[in-house]
Structures are given as structure tokens and as C-alpha cells.
């Protein structure tokens, strides 16, 4: 459920001038028996046309909230409010919470496409692969037989025998090969925007770079525009031009992925990092973040993160930091972000 809000954006959060989708104060919340639940406070980002984009945080930071959020998929009773803008190269700006049903149907293929986590939940068990795709095709009126053609190439740019793959049922294919027959399926309807919710954390470490790089060259093939969410950041280093960090249901963090991992300013990117594994560092210098994300129906003034803060004052506590600029392509939302280099060290170095 969405409900549409007009404010404009303010001074601070001007569109980028090639922004294919622009976020503007979106926010989810569930009301239940013990209150109001905030699952998404407030985010205001870009995403740049034919940009990777990773999407970072802790378990139950809102990151699958904000992938649902993106296509006006949030289940009830969540209520979905700010401003999707959908701009498509051609055509008029969309706004994505303002569409009826079959509208969404028809944007969450053709435009903005999603992998959820978890390949194998989202097959019919009973239905081999070439059902899947053509099922999809004949449901958007798109040509099956040139669709197939089209499913063919995405499959073998993908590694896969599509022969096989179209003639065998789900459970007849490995865990890789599912994850990446359903990239294909997800780009079959030459969507602009393909958005990726935990793609390959049921997968080993040598599948989940296999299909790392592939991203890399689906992207450059198709023109396409990734939306990763993952809470594995050294994974999203080598595929994400930039990175945004989820904290208590807020962004924390945006940059550039190399600025990001030279020099993160907020607190909790460097406490992120440093509780990275490492297998050539010593055990002792890995930082497990101490204490606990805060509570969605009872989050905190201030900064969320102020309670496991080294830097916290009382006005951390108090007052919520607002999204500042720490350089042209480095946003940060902390009160001392300055004193955080200084005063913060990185022990871990995780690199692209």
C-alpha cells in the first residue's frame, strides 16, 4: 500500500541530472499491536542512469524493505509514502506510487525489474524453465518467439546451455544455475533497471564472484541500471560504483565505492569495516560492532546510531544529524564527521 505525498524536494536533495530513479523522503511503516513500526525512515537518493548501485547494512537495517519499496511492492498492512520518480530515457517522468494495478504489473517487468533472494521459492516447482519465460512473455504481449531468442542469448551470456535449462524443472538445477536463470527471466522484458535483493547469499563464495562478474557485463551489454542489496560489503566492492549504507532503517552513508573504502565518515561504515573477516589479519584486530540496532517501533532521537557511537555526545542524542557533503560524491549523515578519520581507525582493509 502507497500513499502519494507532493512536498518538493529541498535544496539539499536536488535530483542529479541523470538520475533514472529519484527517492524523496520514502518511508514504510506497519502499525502493530505494540505501536508503529518504522522500517524505512525518510530516504532521500539517486540512481544514476547505468550505475551499479550496492545497498549495505546489517540484518533488519531496511534493506529488503527499501528493494520492495522501489516497485510499490510493500505487502499490507506496510504503508509506503514519500516519492518514487521513475524517468525513463524516453517518455514522461513516472511516479511510481501513483500507478494502478495493472500499471505496476507492466513497470515491474518492462522498467524496473526484481531478483528476490532465494531462486528456488520463486519457481513453479511444477513448471519447467521455458514455461516460465514464455508464461511471462505472453503476460506483457510481448512476441514469444523473438522473446525466446532474446531468452537464449541472456541465458548463454549467463554461462547456461539454454537448452537444458528451458527443458529441465527447477529442482533439477543447481542453486547457481537457478540464481542466474532467474537474472535472465528478470531481464527478459528489457527492463532498465534491474534491482537485486540478497541475489547470491544461498550461494557459495566461487558462485557468488562468478555471478559478480557477470553483472559486471550484463550491465555494460544491456545498458542497464543495478539497484544490489546486500549485508555483504566486500562482496559489493567489486561489482557497486557506488555504495549506500543502511542504519536503523536510514541512510548512514553514500560514496563512491573507492572514496567509501579509503575513507568511510560515518562511524558506522568504519565499524562495518572493521568487523569485516579478513583471513590474512590476526583474529584479535576484527571489531564485532558491540551492542545492538535499535528497536523499529521505538528507535531513538537523534542520531540512531548514537547509543553504540564512540563519538556520541549529547547532542548526538538529540539531534539528527542531516545529510551533509563530504565531497562531491560523498554524502554523510553524522554530526562529526570531520573528527572520524582522525579518530576512528579502519583495521581492516577491504579491497575492490
Known amino acids: ?51 551499479i548501485i550496492g545497498i549495505v547494512g546489517e540484518s533488519g537495517s531496511g534493506k529488503s524493505m527499501f528493494a520492495s519499496a522501489l516497485l510499490d511492492a510493500v505487502v499490507e498492512p506496510g504503508v509506503t509514502t514519500g516519492t518514487i520518480t521513475y524517468r525513463p530515457a524516453e517518455g514522461r517522468e513516472i511516479d511510481v506510487l501513483d500507478r494502478s494495478d495493472d500499471q505496476l504489473q507492466q513497470l515491474r517487468w518492462e522498467d524496473i525489474s526484481m531478483v528476490f533472494q532465494g531462486a528456488l521459492s520463486s519457481f513453479n516447482p511444477t513448471l519447467k524453465l521455458r514455461g516460465h519465460f514464455v508464461e511471462t512473455l505472453e503476460a506483457h504481449g510481448y512476441d514469444v518467439e523473438s522473446g525466446m531468442e532474446r531468452t537464449h542469448e541472456l541465458l548463454s551470456d549467463l554461462y547456461l546451455d539454454p537448452g537444458r535449462v528451458l527443458g529441465s524443472y527447477p ?61 555483504d560489503l566486500p562482496l559489493v566492492t567489486k561489482l557497486a560504483d557506488r555504495i549506500g549504507v543502511l542504519y536503523a532503517f536510514e541512510l548512514a552513508e553514500v560514496s563512491g565505492t573507492e572514496e567509501l573504502l579509503r575513507s568511510p565518515r560515518h562511524p558506522y ?84
Not at 502493530?32 to 540512481?47: E, F, P
Not at 560524491?329 to 564527521?337: E, I, R
Request: aromatic share 4%.
Open 1 to 51: 500500500m502507497s500513499r502519494h505525498a507532493d512536498a518538493a524536494p529541498t535544496a539539499k536533495t536536488q535530483t542529479r541530472s541523470d538520475a533514472i530513479l529519484t527517492c524523496r523522503d520514502l518511508s514504510v511503516e506497519f502499525t502493530m499491536d505494540r505501536g508503529t513500526s518504522t522500517v524505512l525512515n525518510g530516504l532521500d537518493i539517486d540512481i544514476e542512469r547505468n550505475e
Open 171 to 231: 529442482h533439477e538445477l543447481s542453486g547457481g544455475m537457478k540464481q542466474r536463470a532467474l537474472i535472465a527471466l528478470s531481464l527478459v522484458l528489457e527492463p532498465d533497471v534491474l534491482v537485486m535483493d540478497e541475489p547470491t547469499a544461498a550461494l557459495d563464495l566461487l558462485m557468488q564472484r562468478s555471478i559478480i562478474s557477470l553483472l559486471s557485463a550484463l550491465r555494460e551489454k544491456y545498458d542497464l541500471t543495478m539497484v544490489f542489496i546486500t549485508h
Open 269 to 352: 561504515t568504519r565499524a562495518l569495516l572493521n568487523s569485516t573477516p579478513d583471513i590474512e589479519s590476526p583474529l584479535a584486530e576484527m571489531q564485532p560492532i558491540e551492542g545492538s540496532a535499535p528497536d523499529p517501533v521505538d528507535v531513538p532521537p537523534g542520531c540512531p546510531y548514537h547509543e553504540r557511537c564512540p563519538l556520541a555526545t549529547a547532542d548526538c542524542a538529540a539531534v539528527k544529524p542531516a545529510m551533509e557533503a563530504a565531497s562531491e560524491t560523498h554524502d554523510v549523515a553524522c554530526h562529526y564527521w570531520e573528527r572520524v578519520p582522525d579518530e576512528i581507525d579502519l583495521t581492516t582493509e577491504v579491497s575492490r
